[in-house]
């Protein structure tokens, strides 16, 4: 067997300010065939897996190039285009071929191209025909169209939020792939439309035991090759955005379609219970202050800046909790991290040790505080600084440690949201040590935050994110979805 594999993703947050090029894609993830590392980013698991499976069945494994950009804004038309027709390319050099495995994110949008992943599986199918398998493996926030449903064989989403287990999920990818080409399986997909949009966490309930029922079916039932959830984003503003749930099966599709609407229509029949409870910049520094007032404790309080999170495409630069902590006089505190490149080469040149004047923050858009003015003290200063993500590394570029008036404040100039624990300490401070840790991130901190945490606040500061459906402001997406309105199903039938 020969198997072309390649991966280009990310997640397109149409209302951020913050347009993706080439470069943005050369910042965080380029590789070209052959250059892939060892250890697997996001989107890029099948390209790892794969050279597993392949070495042991025995089987040609031809890489295509593999391209990944943090989460940001629309994507520039020819950076798009370039990438797509550079693996098309190497596609078509790669022919005749047995399968195709992909690696992609489902939340692309490019300019002049709505459905960007459904572009580019549709041009991929016209180069191998009719015949041969094409699958990917997506994030569940993203947007589950007919073009694509059309176009590819069968996909495999993440189950966690946090993403725990684009690994495991790769596993299962190659699995259905193998008895598929051996002639052991013929996925077929079924899709029923929950008409809504909903945050869908899996640390907690009632997601968690949502998760685990359809694990449990997918072990316990041979006719089931795959159960996903594709929670949306919505943050795209895109015809087809919303809430799906997929079911693949070995050639059962009036049992997929029965079992996707059943477990769909139990998601609908929860929706609005998913979401962690939020609470204001305001309580949640007074909660966090209060917190080491009173009983001894020895674990930071974490306050989660949940909608100023780069991961879900916004600049990363909002102050809304930094200037209430100031405010509040809170000390032994450490904000990781606060998106400012020039602030960062200021810094940079004047060298640690040095006490400067310095503006940060707030740059990019409003709803995000006010630039910050103070005589800082650079603590310390990193290149091409990195902090874990699992069994991966997330890069956050060229970072300065600065101290302001006893908060400890990490400025990266590489957008990356708050993973890991290790942010903190490459940067020279000890996140066990602080009363209180602000991170920028929506719940893929909770993994490895949740250990070193003594308690943990979601806070919704500002508003960075359009974290609201009911009262976005789109253009192109559904109208008649929860929770713009309240019960669509009554209206028009769910299943595509």
Request: glycine share 8%.
């Amino acid at each position: 067997m020969r198997i072309f594999t390649a991966v280009l993703a990310t997640e397109t947050n149409t209302f951020s300010p913050i347009c993706v090029d080439r470069r943005a894609f050369e910042a965080s993830l380029y590789a070209p065939p052959g250059t892939h590392p060892e250890t697997p980013t996001l989107c890029s698991a099948p390209i790892t897996v794969g050279r597993r499976v392949t070495a042991e069945k025995g089987w040609e494994l031809i890489e295509g190039t593999a391209a990944w950009a943090d989460p940001a804004g629309l994507v520039n038309r020819g950076a798009y285009e370039d990438l797509r027709d550079e693996i098309l390319d190497q596609l078509r050099a790669a022919m005749p071929v047995d399968a195709v495995v992909l690696g992609l994110h489902g939340a692309m949008v490019a300019d002049g191209y709505e459905d960007t992943e459904g572009d580019f599986l549709t041009r991929v199918r016209q180069i191998v025909g009719p015949n041969i398998l094409v699958c990917a493996e997506l994030d569940p926030h993203s947007h589950l169209t007919k073009k694509r449903v059309g176009a590819a064989n069968f996909f495999v989403y993440f189950k966690e939020f946090p993403h725990t287990d684009f690994v495991d999920r790769a596993e299962d990818l190659w699995r259905i792939a193998v008895d598929t080409l051996e002639g052991h399986a013929k996925p077929v997909m079924s899709v029923f439309d929950c008409r809504m949009i909903d945050v869908f966490p899996t640390s907690r309930e009632p997601m968690r035991s949502f998760v685990d029922k359809i694990m449990t079916i997918e072990k316990d039932d041979a006719d089931i090759l795959s159960i996903s959830v594709i929670h949306g984003f919505m943050a795209g503003d895109v015809p087809e955005m919303g809430t799906k749930l997929l079911v693949v099966t070995d050639n059962k599709p009036d049992k997929g379609s029965a079992l996707a609407r059943e477990l769909g229509s139990e998601l609908f029949s929860k929706r609005g219970t998913f979401i962690m409870p939020q609470i204001d910049e305001k309580q949640a520094v007074a909660e966090a202050i209060a917190a080491w007032s009173g009983a001894a404790r020895s674990a930071p309080v974490v306050i989660a800046d949940v909608w100023d999170n780069p991961g879900g495409g916004t600049a990363g630069d909002a102050t809304v909790i930094l200037e209430e902590l100031l405010a509040r006089g809170a000390r032994d505190t450490a904000i990781g991290t606060i998106w400012d490149p020039m602030a960062v080469q200021i810094c940079m040149a004047a060298g640690e040790g040095a006490e400067i004047p310095l503006r940060f923050g707030a740059k990019s858009a409003p709803g995000t505080g006010n630039p910050v003015d103070g005589i800082v003290k650079v603590v310390r200063l990193v290149a091409n600084a990195e902090m874990r993500f699992g069994e991966s590394f997330a890069p956050f570029g060229d970072a300065a440690h600065i101290e302001l008036n006893g908060v400890d404040i990490i400025l990266n100039s590489t957008r990356a949201q708050s993973f890991d624990p290790s942010l903190f300490s490459v940067m020279g401070i000890d996140p066990t040590r602080k009363k209180i840790l602000v991170i920028k991130s929506t719940n893929h901190f909770y993994a490895s935050f949740s250990k070193i945490a003594s308690e943990i606040l979601y806070c919704s500061a500002g508003t960075p994110y359009p974290n609201n459906p009911a009262r976005t402001p789109y253009r192109r997406a559904p109208k008649d979805i929860w929770p713009l309105v309240a019960d669509p199903h009554t209206a028009k039938e769910g299943v595509a």
